[in-house]
């Protein structure tokens, strides 16, 4: 007898257990991070983000083509405000040049008005960059869609946006510095580099809210601490030679010194300290420009190269495809600086850069986002 009852209660290990429970009350509770996810739209912010990336870097690009194509953005005389309606008749043209020459412009009225058109396009890309932002922003917040955490993770993006309008403002040819930090390298390189951060934070935030809360947390706990900070360190680099580069198209010399791997026959280009004072020559003499140019560029290739090869050794293979696309990315945009150090500068050659470090940009943080939350595959073949 006590040994059927003993049979009676061997289960077997394939049996389903549990189905006793309640109707009311489901077996399995969702996670707390699912339950709030869910009353976040995490997709719907992501695709806002990625519409302020597209934003912002269109703006940066047609800069680039105006500034390429000898039709500079910057015009004196225009405050934060006023501009951002064109004139409408004559006269309304007429007394916008003459706030121009008044403040230093150098050209007659329908060169006036080439010069306008970009910068007034331009500055509309911006406008509507803060705009979409500011009105995403609110309405996500308005309507409680911003997932949990977020509301004051996105501030900083808006702060880059006013941060590039605020550069153009204050650092333009009537703005508020005294030279010689008036100058226009300093100005673009403010500019370049607020849009950079914000594209970088948008682009992140898109990676971020693209997978769900949930599996980032498991993810972390399989990153790739040092392709990680390897690919940091691309990042910063990266963000440096941006900036130089930004300072070197606007003293309009990546056309000056067409030779390489020397400058006008010299390690040094000639004269590189012949500005006073002398720390002025960082940003306004365009040989030691252009030389800071050339040597952050090559650290660049190496550590990039250097974060190509560690995240090769990542078990993961989104990963080292990531990685992949890092190398490939900045062996190519060491190739195109050296082309368009030998063609002088020709401007679809200087575009094609501007548009390759834009890519850089975007793969390098893909490849840092991708060993600090790697995709694990299944062992399944």
């Known amino acids: 007898m006590s040994k ?5 209660k061997t289960r077997s290990i394939f049996e389903e257990v549990g189905t006793e429970a309640p109707l009311e009350r489901p077996v399995v509770q969702p996670g707390a991070i699912d339950r709030a996810a869910r009353r976040g739209a995490r997709g719907a912010v992501a695709w806002w983000l990625i519409s302020v990336f597209v934003l912002i870097a269109a703006m940066l690009i047609a800069a680039g083509v105006a500034r390429l194509t000898g039709h500079p953005a910057a015009l004196p005389g225009f405050g934060p405000l006023y501009g951002q309606l064109p004139p409408l008749d004559p006269a309304g043209w007429t007394a916008a040049f003459d706030r121009f020459t008044a403040a230093g412009g150098a050209t007659d009225l329908a060169g006036f008005q080439r010069l306008y058109w970009w910068g007034w396009g331009i500055r509309q ?8 932002w500011a009105l995403g922003y609110l309405g996500f917040l308005v309507f409680g869609k911003l997932p949990k955490g977020w509301a004051l993770r996105l501030l900083p993006l808006g702060g880059t946006i006013l941060g590039i309008g605020a550069a153009d403002w204050a650092m333009g040819p ?15 390189a403010a500019m370049t580099g607020f849009g950079f951060a914000g594209m970088g ?17 498991q993810a972390r706990r399989a990153r790739d601490g040092r392709a990680f900070g390897m690919a940091t360190g691309v990042m910063h680099l990266a963000f440096l030679q941006i900036l130089v ?15 390489w791997p020397l400058m006008a026959g010299g390690i040094l280009p000639p004269e590189p300290l012949s500005l006073e004072p002398v720390w002025r020559n960082i940003w306004d003499n365009p040989g030691l ?6 040597g952050l560029g090559y650290l660049v290739v190496l550590l990039g190269l250097a974060a190509w090869l560690r995240g090769r050794k990542s078990p993961h293979a ?19 600086g050296v082309g368009s150090v030998l063609y002088a500068g020709q401007w679809h050659m200087a575009l094609t850069h501007l548009v390759g470090a834009v890519l850089l940009w975007v793969l390098v943080l893909r490849a840092r986002f991708m060993a600090q939350y790697p995709v694990q595959q299944s062992i399944r073949g």
């Open 4 to 8: 059927t009852r003993s049979k009676a």
């Open 125 to 132: 890309a911006g406008t509507l960059a803060a705009l979409v």
């Open 174 to 188: 009537a703005g508020l510095l005294p030279a010689p930090f008036d100058a226009a390298s300093l100005r673009l």
């Open 201 to 217: 934070l948008s682009a992140w935030g898109a990676m971020l809210l693209r997978r769900p809360e949930a599996q980032l947390m």
């Open 245 to 259: 580069g930004a300072m070197l198209g606007a003293l309009d010399q990546g056309r000056g010194f067409p030779d």
């Open 289 to 294: 420009v252009q030389f800071i140019h050339r």
């Open 318 to 336: 989104r990963t080292r495809r990531a990685f992949d696309w890092l190398g490939v990315m900045v062996f190519g945009q060491g190739v195109l």
